[in-house]
């Protein structure tokens, strides 16, 4: 029986389908449980075939890492974009950061917490051209993050000077923490009131914000 071609719409379709079947099992079960095996199983499909479309799990963790930063992206611009005070959009950009990371848990430690490659790891070897493709996009939403600050900063006489990079790696990194506490049900055994201490947080940085601190 002759092999069947499938076009190029058809094979990124395809694709596609195994990576939301991924990212199924990425946010349901966890990294720990997320293999070629198990999406093949997912997919209904032999491995063999799997891997005609992703040659191995390397290739699936780099279109994961595009996908999802994606999304952590497209949040933070509807957001933002919702409204046109500078402020407020620094307010929403906080707001969009922390409720991506504690609704989408597994995959929010795929992206920030899990000792996977990163593009400088693919220098070299087949998957080069495809990390870089994803390491392009995942800097979109930094990207954005500063372009947000940015206007704010030029809108502030008194924090003439900030640096629109560097306030946006503070916040992130602030915000992380939190993220990462809250994720972790660490802050749920320190803390009586958890989601009042997330609240409190983000109104403090941007209060440190306002302030020139950050």
Do not use: C
């Not at 099992?25 to 199983?41: D, F, P, R």
């Not at 307010?91 to 848990?105: H, I, S």
């Not at 600050?149 to 003439?160: D, F, T, V």
């Amino acid at each position: 029986m002759p092999k069947i071609t499938r076009s190029n719409e058809e094979i990124d379709k395809v694709r596609e389908q195994i990576l939301d079947g991924a990212m199924e099992i990425l946010a349901t079960e966890g990294y720990e449980s997320l293999s070629m095996n198990k999406v093949g199983q997912r997919m209904d499909m032999t491995a063999a075939n799997l891997y005609n479309y992703y040659e191995n799990k390397n290739e699936l963790f780099i279109a994961i890492h595009k996908k999802t930063f994606g999304m952590l992206h497209d949040r933070m611009r509807e957001y933002v974009d919702a409204v046109d005070d500078p402020r407020e959009k620094i307010a929403q950009l906080v707001r969009a950061f922390v409720e991506f990371g504690t609704t989408n848990v597994h995959v929010y430690d795929i992206m920030f917490n899990r000792p996977i490659p990163q593009y400088t790891d693919y220098i070299g070897t087949p998957q080069e051209a495809m990390s870089f493709d994803e390491y392009q996009s995942s800097l979109k939403a930094f990207y954005f993050a500063t372009e947000t600050a940015a206007h704010y900063i030029a809108l502030r006489p008194e924090l003439k000077g900030a640096d629109p990079k560097y306030m946006t790696i503070r916040l992130l990194s602030a915000l992380h923490g939190i993220v990462t506490l809250y994720n972790s049900r660490i802050l749920f055994e320190i803390d009586p009131n958890p989601d009042e201490v997330l609240k409190r947080i983000q109104q403090d940085l941007l209060r440190q914000i306002d302030e020139g601190w950050l």
